[in-house]
């Protein structure tokens, strides 16, 4: 007999897993160039 | 090609376009995702868990298109010596690894309530796996020769032999027998309902112009990090 699952759960998971991984993504690779790009500013100052 | 090559340039173009393409991804990709959520109709066959696929299907186009864009980059490296190409691969090695975690993740959350199972060793979902150990390995060798300082040739080889996976991805649920459906779209055709197609293609744009945005930002991330390595290392020499 096949088992049925509430698929909600499963559906929520995904969408969670998704919009998360992909909002750290955005954020940390604006963050990282920002950085960089002060860290070259800086030296160009020195 | 060549024209492209100035880092100078290359930095008035991306500086406007990297909010533009990430702002605009994520305006898109949140409609889109809302849209699956909350308004597409549930699938005859597969009910409530076809909104997954919102989300799945473009996190594995964005897999697959990262590991294309490095082989690209990466022939442009080794055959024209562009030397922006090298940076292009390398930008897109971390997107395409997280996409290809989240299209591996998504469907193991997909396949639980209609396949009944999280994970078979079949051939889609195995050399889907293998791309992901493929990332891996192109960023820790990318990684290794920045900080050695090996040839940048090394990673672009290895970035262009495992574009051989790519077409093994697509055609896999082709060649073998397989739990994974074959392709509902393809060029100019497609065996999907106007409700989910739209909302797919949606949702495969916006997660497009977000993954276009990273790359660039991690483009000049390391950019910014070789020029800055150059000017202290200029500096220290003069003094």
Request: a positive charge; aromatic letters at 12%.
């Amino acid at each position: 007999m096949r088992e049925v699952l509430d698929p909600w759960p499963f559906v929520i998971a995904a969408y969670a897993l998704g919009i998360g991984a992909t909002l750290v993504l955005v954020a940390w690779s604006w963050w990282a160039m920002r950085a960089a790009e002060r860290r070259r500013e800086e030296a160009r100052k020195r | 090609m060549h024209a492209f090559a100035n880092p100078a340039r290359f930095l008035r173009i991306a500086r406007p376009l990297t909010p533009v393409l990430l702002l605009s991804g994520l305006a898109i990709a949140a409609a889109a995702l809302a849209y699956g959520l909350f308004w597409a109709p549930a699938e005859r066959l597969q009910g409530q868990t076809v909104r997954i696929l919102f989300i799945h299907v473009p996190t594995a186009w964005l897999g697959m298109a990262g590991w294309t864009a490095i082989a690209v980059a990466s022939l442009v490296e080794l055959v024209w010596r562009h030397p922006l190409a090298a940076l292009a691969a390398r930008g897109s090695a971390l997107p395409g690894a997280v996409f290809c975690a989240l299209c591996l993740a998504t469907g193991s959350l997909w396949g639980r309530p209609a396949w009944g199972t999280y994970w078979v060793w079949d051939g889609r979902l195995t050399s889907m796996l293998v791309l992901l150990f493929l990332y891996f390995g192109y960023i820790a060798l990318a990684g290794a020769v920045q900080r050695e300082g090996g040839s940048s040739r090394i990673p672009a080889i290895f970035g262009l032999v495992g574009a051989i996976n790519i077409p093994i991805i697509h055609y896999s649920v082709i060649w073998w027998n397989s739990l994974h459906q074959p392709p509902s779209l393809g060029w100019g055709t497609s065996h999907m309902a106007a409700p989910f197609l739209w909302g797919l293609l949606a949702s495969t744009l916006g997660f497009t112009l977000i993954f276009a945005g990273v790359v660039l930002a991690r483009m000049r991330a390391l950019l910014a990090d070789i020029q800055a390595e150059a000017r202290l290392r200029r500096k220290a020499l003069e003094s």
